[in-house]
């Protein structure tokens, strides 16, 4: 099959005629015009009634081809299917809800070998920049409008080596980290979530803190509540995200008596913690709170646990491939 892609932005176009934001006012008239597709120069979407030899999936969403090839679209309106032949393009808007992409993958729907291009682009993204940083990390693409793309059958992909195995964010209370987190591990198909903190009972405020939490992740992901991070790390068959280093360890001080006694099964734990993070058989994402830029703490505790993230930071970027800070919700690559 051949796909022609008239338009690659939503229904207003990038930018949207008339609108003043800083996405809009930063591209041309016309950038990107609104999405439309046609398959083999005769068939729109979406798929109604194909010639012969062509057959209509997932309710009109998704095509084959004469040869074996299928097409899936899925514009921001459409329902992910759940259950299907595997695709070998797909077509997708990713900015509300890149999970959507671990929707498909993790029901067999797409794989590493699937084409994955992102449509329905408008100022929901900063930039193209921010568009093509995003979509490097969801393993998608964008392409400009009336691209031509062929569809060939392929067999099932095996996954692609990951260039980032350890990514260390660090921020500020509110900086944004932890979205930017989720961001980056949003289109995997199993995620495990290491919450370290407590759950909130007793306590309203922090208990709605954990709420916008859990409602922001993507409902098909795991979630493990632990400290035993080192265990965690050696044992997991999955993409971690852990939330957060300054949490843990201060559970950690808890668990050991440490802020005011002997704070030497700290330190071991950490060393225990960076040994894992070192050898980590899974990509794991972790957030973690700088510390170095506000007030020296006033109690000789306090200074002790601001100086142990710090190393702990630290030692854990200096094992990393990736690490940034987070301010104001914009990434500084360190």
């Known amino acids: 099959m051949k796909v022609l892609l008239t338009g690659t932005a939503?229904?207003?176009?990038?930018?949207?005629?008339?609108?003043?934001?800083?996405?809009?006012?930063?591209?041309?008239?016309?950038?990107?015009r609104p999405f439309g597709l046609v398959v083999d120069g005769a068939i729109p979407f979406p798929f109604a009634d194909p010639p012969a030899g062509y057959q209509v999936r997932a309710g009109g969403l998704g095509l084959a081809g004469p040869d074996g090839s299928r097409l899936l679209c899925l514009p921001r309106d459409r329902p992910v299917p759940s259950s299907g032949d595997?695709?070998?393009?797909?077509?997708?808007?990713?900015?509300?809800?890149?999970?959507?992409?671990?929707?498909?993958?993790?029901?067999?729907?797409?794989?590493?070998?699937?084409?994955?291009?992102?449509?329905?682009?408008d100022h929901r993204v900063r930039s193209e920049e921010e568009l093509s940083r995003r979509l490097r990390l969801w393993g998608a693409i964008a392409v400009p409008d009336g691209a031509g793309l062929e569809v060939v059958p392929e067999e099932t992909g095996e996954p692609a080596p990951r260039a980032v195995r350890r990514a260390l964010l660090l921020g500020g209370s509110r900086s944004g980290k932890s979205a930017e987190a989720e961001l980056r591990l949003a289109a995997e198909p199993y995620v495990t979530y290491?919450?370290?903190?407590?759950?909130?009972?007793?306590?309203?405020?922090?208990?709605?803190?954990?709420?916008?939490h859990r409602e922001r992740r993507p409902a098909h992901w795991d979630t493990a509540e632990t400290t035993d991070l080192a265990g965690t790390i050696r044992a997991a068959t999955m993409p971690l995200l852990v939330d957060g280093l300054g949490t843990w360890l201060a559970a950690v001080f808890d668990e050991h008596g440490a802020w005011e006694g002997d704070r030497a099964p700290v330190a071991a734990?950490?060393?225990?913690?960076?040994?894992?993070?070192?050898?980590?058989?899974?990509?794991v994402v972790a957030v973690s709170d700088?510390?170095?830029?506000?007030?020296?703490?006033?109690?000789?505790?306090?200074?002790?646990?601001?100086?142990?993230?710090?190393?702990?930071?630290?030692?854990?970027?200096?094992?990393?491939?990736?690490?940034?800070?987070?301010?104001?919700?914009?990434?500084?690559?360190?």
Request: with cysteine; proline share 7%; charged share 25%.
């Open 10 to 32: 939503g229904g207003a176009g990038w930018p949207a005629p008339g609108c003043r934001c800083a996405s809009c006012s930063a591209l041309p008239p016309g950038h990107r």
């Open 290 to 334: 700088e510390v170095g830029m506000g007030v020296v703490p006033a109690t000789a505790s306090g200074r002790a646990f601001r100086d142990a993230l710090g190393r702990l930071n630290e030692r854990l970027a200096a094992e990393s491939e990736y690490v940034a800070l987070v301010v104001a919700g914009r990434l500084i690559e360190l």
């Open 194 to 212: 290491v919450a370290t903190g407590p759950d909130g009972a007793g306590d309203g405020e922090w208990a709605a803190r954990v709420r916008a």
């Open 86 to 121: 595997r695709y070998d393009l797909v077509l997708i808007d990713l900015l509300d809800r890149p999970q959507r992409l671990g929707e498909l993958r993790r029901a067999g729907l797409a794989d590493r070998a699937t084409t994955v291009v992102a449509i329905g682009l």
């Open 269 to 283: 734990r950490c060393d225990d913690l960076v040994a894992a993070w070192r050898q980590a058989p899974e990509p």
